[in-house]
């Protein structure tokens, strides 16, 4: 039976799709579009006369768009500038001790002693950095745009809930919304709404949309058609049953939308500070980084984590309410939580009236030494300094650039100390020959195929590929994990960046974030494989894992500037950072809900622990860990606009370039296209993991 599941393929009826005519014929094209790339030039180099003025074409239309919208917009700014300084205004001025009062209070309603015992730790921090002031400017932008998402994003899900036909669009512009970088359209926000704070806080607004509607779409979609029925034989109207039945059942993932939705606001505020830049902690890190301070920059990047750890964990123990923690005391209740507040509020309006304007009520004083804390990293830094460039040298030596340019012009005396001699290049084909050849007879002729694949990309390089061959080299992939829709979506993609000119920038792009998966896959399986069969290592990674998952993007830039500074090796690392929990987690969750009695099935056949690992666990857990491979691309693809802050040449640099130029035609181009590459990947591997599932589930 176990056999009999590991070997189901959703191509084992097709064999014309799994045979080798359709690869041979690609990799017969592949080569003489390799052979020819130096009698025709345009096969490598994309021609300029070919292009066409696709950002050109959106500027004229944004031109036209900006002046019949402007004043609308400038007046809607006008009317949300005045609660938004009013908002940030008070937060200031009360007196810290009540806020910290009031935010230990909630965390100990949300989940307990321990939560509030974070609480008074992450105030303890804010006050000794001195950050109180600027934590309660961005708080106030958060306080604001939290609300608006959550009513916008209610609207939305309803009605795509409400209306079949319209989910369909409404999920389409989700996807975009969520996979155009933030920079992207904070572009035609800063011509339609000027620029200032509240550039910022619409950006936020926007950007925090999306997850409040896909978990009201969950939740009303997962109400069981009992309690529709049961309200409807209550007498209820449709709009009676919608409120007092629907919305109930639905309020746990409703709070989860919440929770999602604040996290999204949060992890914007570094963004937002580049469209209105103001006294709050995302213009704290933006200038700090850019001063090369990083000691200040470390301490004000360590207060969004905290702050967004903690606000995290808070709305997540409201969502979760229902389970009711045995820490939280069941005395405070709902409406005596808010009179204790309004009592909170009240005394902190009295001690400001009573003690003036003092410094200490303020939170504004500096304990920690900045300077001292910048030398000490510098000192270190400097100290380390021949260490960290051979480390910095021999990865871009040794593995960033054979991937980019190919071995055939990394291979230098410069790098690797060596000519590619024509017997080099003649033992890399032989030793390529072999692995693939070893990969046909121990799994499959599929994976003697990819072997041969992935060292013509490995000695050719991936941005110096000819376009024609990438393209159908990306067509099959795609065709094979998906199907032919899919391949078409593919290919479309590919050539609206050669008809946009921006083939290399989409190259570089892709190069950055597949090394940046692939290394993450790489290291963060082996620590979800490790998490997966030891306890201790999995509650030891978890808060790593939550931390990491709450951090505001802009933060991993830090470390890795600290350490490498500005280049492909910093933006590298930073992607990592950002994307290698996905896979921790999903190999994790795969690999421990494999079924029990198949594993008890499989050690009373006699499997050793690597058989059972490799020829059991890892197949069934495939699908599961597949959608953690999704999750990865998804998070290197959304970091890329965040790194070109780091000197990359791919879109994200082209994104920031016309932010900087308020460019509207190439932010929206250049953000489209990171858009759709990520959403054919998503799309490619969900349904690969559909067809992988599907034979299972005919076969249970």
Not at 65 to 90: D, E
Not at 197 to 202: A, E, K, Q, R, W
Not at 210 to 234: D, F, H
Request: proline content about 6%; hydrophobic content about 60%; glycine content about 8%.
């Amino acid at each position: 039976m176990i056999a009999s599941d590991l070997t189901l393929s959703p191509t084992a009826s097709r064999p014309w799709k799994s045979g080798l005519w359709v690869s041979l014929l690609a990799l017969a094209l592949v080569a003489a579009c390799l052979m020819l790339r130096s009698r025709l030039p345009w096969l490598s180099l994309y021609p300029p006369a070919w292009v066409v003025p696709i950002a050109a074409w959106v500027n004229h239309v944004s031109d036209w768009v900006s002046a019949l919208l402007q004043p609308i917009c400038r007046s809607f700014a006008w009317m949300l500038g005045g609660p938004m300084a009013w908002l940030r205004g008070f937060l200031v001025w009360l007196p810290w001790p009540a806020v910290a009062l009031a935010a230990t209070l909630i965390a100990y309603k949300a989940q307990g002693w321990r939560l509030a015992a974070f609480a008074v730790a992450v105030v303890a921090y804010l006050l000794l950095t001195g950050y109180w002031p600027a934590t309660m400017n961005t708080m106030a932008l958060v306080i604001l745009a939290v609300p608006i998402s959550v009513i916008a994003g209610f609207g939305l899900g309803v009605l795509a809930f409400a209306l079949p036909r319209a989910r369909a669009v409404i999920e389409a512009a989700l996807d975009l919304m969520q996979t155009v970088p933030a920079f992207a359209y904070l572009i035609p926000l800063l011509i339609l709404f000027g620029f200032g704070p509240v550039v910022g806080l619409i950006a936020s607004i926007v950007f925090a949309v999306p997850p409040m509607v896909r978990n009201t779409l969950l939740g009303l979609s997962q109400v069981p058609p009992v309690i529709k029925e049961a309200g409807l034989m209550s007498g209820c109207t449709v709009w009676q049953g919608f409120w007092h039945a629907e919305v109930p059942t639905a309020k746990p993932q409703l709070l989860m939308g919440v929770n999602q939705t604040t996290m999204a606001a949060f992890s914007m505020v570094i963004i937002a500070s580049l469209a209105g830049g103001s006294a709050d902690i995302g213009w704290e890190v933006l200038s700090a980084v850019r001063q090369a301070d990083f000691g200040r920059s470390l301490l004000s990047g360590l207060v969004i984590a905290l702050v967004a750890v903690l606000i995290d964990r808070i709305t997540l123990g409201f969502a979760k309410s229902g389970e009711a923690p045995a820490s939280q005391d069941s005395r405070l209740s709902g409406r005596r939580l808010l009179a204790i507040l309004a009592a909170i509020m009240l005394g902190g309006l009295l001690l400001r009236l009573m003690a003036g304007n003092a410094d200490w009520l303020a939170g504004s004083v500096q304990i920690i030494n900045m300077k001292a804390l910048d030398d000490a990293i510098l000192g270190l830094v400097r100290d380390h300094a021949s260490l960290i460039d051979s480390i910095r040298n021999g990865i871009i030596s040794f593995l960033m650039l054979p991937v980019r340019i190919g071995l055939e012009k990394a291979v230098t005396p410069f790098t690797w100390g060596l000519t590619l001699t024509p017997a080099g290049i003649a033992f890399y084909v032989l030793l390529v020959a072999g692995i693939a050849l070893f990969a046909a007879w121990k799994w499959n002729r599929q994976a003697g195929l990819t072997a041969i694949w992935l060292g013509i990309f490995l000695y050719f390089g991936l941005t110096t590929f000819p376009w024609p061959a990438l393209m159908l080299a990306a067509g099959l992939l795609v065709w094979r994990i998906a199907d032919a829709r899919m391949a078409l979506a593919a290919l479309a993609a590919l050539a609206f960046a050669l008809l946009s000119g921006l083939w290399l920038q989409t190259m570089m792009s892709i190069y950055l974030c597949a090394l940046a998966v692939l290394l993450c896959l790489l290291f963060g399986g082996a620590i979800g494989l490790w998490a997966a069969h030891s306890d201790r290592v999995s509650a030891l990674v978890r808060p790593f894992n939550d931390a990491l998952q709450t951090m505001p993007q802009f933060v991993f830039l830090i470390p890795a500037l600290m350490f490498f500074k500005v280049g492909e090796l910093t933006a590298l690392i930073a992607v990592m950072l950002y994307a290698i929990v996905p896979p921790i987690r999903y190999v994790e969750h795969g690999l421990r809900h494999v079924p029990p009695h198949v594993v008890e099935a499989a050690v009373q056949s006699g499997c050793t622990p690597s058989q059972l690992l490799w020829l059991v666990k890892l197949p069934l857990a495939l699908p599961t860990i597949m959608l953690g491979v999704n999750q990865t691309i998804m998070a290197a693809l959304s970091m890329l606009a965040i790194s070109a802050l780091v000197g990359t040449r791919d879109l994200g640099q082209q994104v920031y370039i016309a932010l900087g130029k308020a460019d509207a035609g190439l932010g929206l181009t250049a953000g489209l296209m990171i858009a759709l590459i990520a959403m054919v990947s998503d799309r490619a591997i969900r349904i690969w993991c559909l067809k992988r599932q599907a034979p299972a589930l005919r076969a249970g």
